[in-house]
């Protein structure tokens, strides 16, 4: 079994990765904060939640095509940012508060805007690591 010390090895790697988390996390929250001040409601969630889509699908699919993102940075951007800027739990709650036929408008936007993110971020991922992926 090993243990690193504080200034070396697994621990200090660890250390490390959940400092970079804590970082994307607590600009991913301000960022989505100010979001919200800008475009209150329904829409500014929809909003985060479209464009968090489109980055997680980016990451993900560029990992998967061309890995040019250290491991540190994509957890940083998908684990830290992106989880505090989306907001799976805002979402179902203004959704449960809105009168049925907004609240079902309001679940198929994000749903389908949020899958048709995910596909425009792996279409760009593969378009812009085609020439690193050969």
């Known amino acids: ?43 500014g969630t929809l909003l985060a939640n479209v464009c968090g889509s489109f980055l997680l699908g980016f990451i993900f699919y560029e990992m998967h095509y061309a890995a040019s993102l250290a491991r540190e940075t994509r957890l940083a951007l998908s684990t830290g940012f992106l989880s505090s800027f989306t ?14 036929l907004v609240l079902v408008g309001n679940v198929v936007a994000n749903y ?12 760009l991922a593969r378009r812009t690591t085609r020439g690193a992926s050969t």
């Open 87 to 100: 907001t799976y739990s805002t979402f179902a709650l203004q959704s449960a508060q809105s009168p049925p």
């Open 1 to 43: 079994m090993s243990t690193g010390t504080l200034t070396s090895g697994p621990l200090l790697t660890r250390l490390e990765t959940l400092a970079l988390i804590a970082l994307g996390g607590f600009a991913g929250a301000n960022c989505r904060y100010v979001a919200s001040l800008l475009i209150p409601g329904l829409g």
């Open 112 to 123: 389908a805007l949020g899958f048709a993110a995910v596909v425009a971020g792996r279409a």
